[in-house]
């Protein structure tokens, strides 16, 4: 199956720095790539939507300024948190999508547990 | 906008009991898929449904769309321990897909 890799799985950072996660579809072209957060025990939250070689477009309420999104490639979207403050700290999941017979499905990265100390 | 509701919350079942978990949407979907969640691991994705009325099998999973298509549901039969997890469905609508919350399953062996 189609594989994401998604790195780093788990970061510890200061307040006020900034984090990159990198998301890479290993096996085929994403077209369309999305960042989730995911609180303990609970659903998906979608932040935004990337296309390759498009801006991002962001879900209401979710800072664009601040998770700044980047799909330069058809293989590597990436997200950065902005000067990272200690309520930023969640799982964040990438996934990716194709087109083709396969469009529409999402096949996730494994996450990145971000700490804000 | 779009809501899809999930339930129930949470399952927990003794080891070969059935178990069924529920999704409404609030709006006509134009696909919908279900994902499952390991304990640690991340949501991996299980079937896509898109005709109305449309059921599918995966071995002890069974997997229907409803002719409105506006619901949705996964039922497992005789669960085992490897059905342990968190079931999410995901519905598509004009332009976006939305996550349910997810029903938390767990099998008491």
């Known amino acids: 199956g189609a594989v994401v890799s998604q790195h780093p799985s788990r970061v510890i950072c200061k307040s006020g720095t900034s984090v990159k996660i990198e998301c890479r579809s290993l096996?085929?072209?994403?077209?369309?790539m999305f960042w989730y957060r995911q609180f303990p025990k609970k659903s998906l939250m979608l932040m935004a939507t990337?296309?390759?070689?498009?801006?991002?477009?962001?879900e209401q309420g979710v800072e664009k300024d601040k998770f700044l999104i980047n799909h330069a490639s058809l293989t590597l979207s990436t997200l950065t948190v902005t000067s990272a403050h200690p309520e930023d700290s969640s799982f964040y999941i990438c996934?990716?999508?194709?087109?083709?017979?396969?469009?529409?499905?999402?096949?996730f990265g494994a996450g990145t547990r971000l700490s804000v100390l | 906008g779009q809501q899809v509701m999930q339930i129930p919350q949470y399952q927990h079942v003794q080891e070969g009991e059935d178990f069924t978990t529920y999704c409404n949407s609030s709006?006509?979907?134009?696909?919908i898929q279900w994902y499952k969640q390991r304990p640690g691991g991340h949501p991996v994705f299980l079937i896509q449904?898109?005709?109305?009325?449309e059921v599918k099998k995966q071995k002890r999973l069974t997997f229907q769309f409803g002719e409105a298509k506006k619901n949705s549901s996964l039922h497992i039969t005789a669960t085992q321990t490897t059905d342990v997890g968190t079931y999410f469905c995901?519905?598509?609508?004009?332009?976006?897909?939305?996550f349910g919350a997810g029903t938390r399953l767990t099998v008491k062996p």
């Open positions: 990337s296309n390759e070689g498009s801006k991002a477009t962001y």
């Open positions: 996934s990716a999508s194709t087109s083709g017979l396969a469009k529409n499905i999402q096949y």
């Open positions: 709006t006509t979907l134009s696909n």
């Open positions: 995901a519905g598509r609508g004009n332009n976006d897909m939305r």
């Open positions: 449904l898109v005709k109305s009325g």
């Open positions: 096996d085929f072209q994403a077209t369309t």
